[in-house]
């Protein structure tokens, strides 16, 4: 547990899963000149599911693809897509072809990216059980035929909330949520916590980052003002632009 600051620099929570990523998030910040409040608020629950045989088989994180590698996934003559590079990177690691990666890593970016070149084709989305109907509607709406398979399901690891009491207590400097699940999470962790009202206060005393306006609007509907939403929906780009709206206040 992380105890009173023993040093002045700002303290950013950050919500990624306990794996490479929040080790990848810490080192970030610290290289920024912050101290990182790490609150991992999602867990995965693997499903054993493997993708379908479609035409086209799109995957929107690192850890889908990760799974698949796992599960020794036989993409066949499917054109493989990459919500972005992190998780083209994970694919290729693992020996997989990606042929299509959107320019805006988002599910709007994919829908633009996949929506002309769909129309009677036969669409697989393998993700988390948590994924944006954007996807879904867009893709069907461009006339193909989608399924979905959840790979898997993110859960709420037990003990999470230590950010939140930070944020109730005034002692947090920034957050940066990476999806519209890791505030409800840190909201349903404050709340257990008994603080709910108190880290919303706390939050909206500090900086704010998000990635993706869907997950702008949850925390909006929620009370907490977003500060910050980078073009470029990646960690590092949440981070850097989060302490630097922190240093130029």
């Not at 290729?92 to 959107?102: I, K, M, S």
């Not at 633009?112 to 069907?140: F, I, K």
């Not at 920034?174 to 706390?202: N, P």
């Not at 500060?227 to 949440?238: I, K, N, Q, R, S």
Request: aromatic share 4%; with cysteine; glycine share 8%.
């Amino acid at each position: 547990m992380t105890g009173p600051s023993t040093d002045d620099r700002p303290r950013v929570a950050v919500f990624r899963p306990d794996d490479d990523r929040l080790a990848t998030a810490q080192s970030l910040l610290a290289d920024l000149g912050a101290e990182a409040v790490a609150d991992p608020m999602l867990a995965v629950e693997p499903t054993d599911a493997r993708p379908q045989d479609a035409d086209y088989v799109v995957f929107t994180s690192k850890t889908g693809a990760e799974l698949v590698a796992e599960a020794d996934w036989d993409p066949g003559q499917a054109t493989v897509v990459a919500i972005g590079p992190k998780t083209a990177d994970a694919l290729e690691a693992a020996g997989y072809a990606v042929d299509l990666v959107p320019e805006a890593f988002s599910s709007t970016g994919l829908v633009d990216l996949l929506a002309p070149r769909v129309g009677a084709a036969t669409v697989e989305v393998a993700r988390s059980d948590h994924g944006s109907p954007v996807l879904l509607d867009g893709l069907r709406d461009a006339g193909a035929s989608v399924n979905e398979t959840v790979l898997y399901r993110l859960v709420r690891p037990s003990g999470a909330g230590e950010s939140a009491t930070l944020a109730a207590d005034g002692a947090l400097d920034a957050a940066c949520f990476t999806s519209s699940l890791t505030v409800e999470h840190f909201l349903d962790a404050a709340a257990e916590r008994g603080v709910r009202a108190d880290a919303i206060q706390g939050l909206n005393a500090a900086v704010v980052g998000v990635i993706g306006e869907p997950t702008r609007e949850t925390a909006e509907s929620e009370g907490i003002a977003v500060d910050v939403v980078p073009a470029e929906a990646t960690f590092e780009a949440l981070a850097r632009e989060t302490v630097a709206h922190l240093e130029s206040g």
